[in-house]
């Protein structure tokens, strides 16, 4: 059973970058047909897709977000990251990162998610 783990800070100042590291067990990030995504949830707010690594290696973001975003991976800890730089209050939330099956732009399509994290933007 695959379990993922968010970690990171709670609290980042704007236009400072916002780094989260998702740590996963039960499966590797390199197996075939597995999508590592970040998404988030905004408070009052529904879902948000910020983007993929596939298993490939390749990534895929949301457009809105696509030029402060970037998500890499370390294979030999079996970990994905997310920064999203130049943050502002409007970034506040619940940061999640979850695996899917196939390339989805929709968070209903995840199956397996962690339990979220909360960060704040604030000065």
């Known amino acids: 059973q695959v379990q993922l783990q968010e970690s990171g800070p709670g609290l980042v100042k704007p236009s400072q970058t916002l780094s989260l590291t998702c740590t996963v067990s039960?499966?590797?990030?390199?197996?075939?047909?597995?999508?590592w995504s970040w998404i988030r949830q905004p408070p009052g707010k529904g879902l948000e897709w910020i983007g993929y690594?596939?298993?490939?290696?390749?990534?895929h973001y949301n457009p809105s977000l696509k030029s402060r975003t970037s998500i890499s991976r370390d294979t030999s800890k079996n970990q994905f990251t997310l920064q999203l730089s130049s943050v502002s209050p409007e970034d506040t939330a619940v940061y999640y990162c979850?695996?899917?099956?196939?390339?989805?732009?929709?968070?209903?399509?995840?199956?397996?998610w962690g339990q979220g994290t909360q960060v704040t933007v604030s000065s």
């Open positions: 690594i596939a298993y490939t290696g390749s990534w």
């Open positions: 039960g499966a590797s990030i390199t197996s075939a047909y597995n999508y």
């Open positions: 979850a695996r899917g099956r196939k390339p989805s732009l929709d968070p209903n399509e995840y199956s397996d």
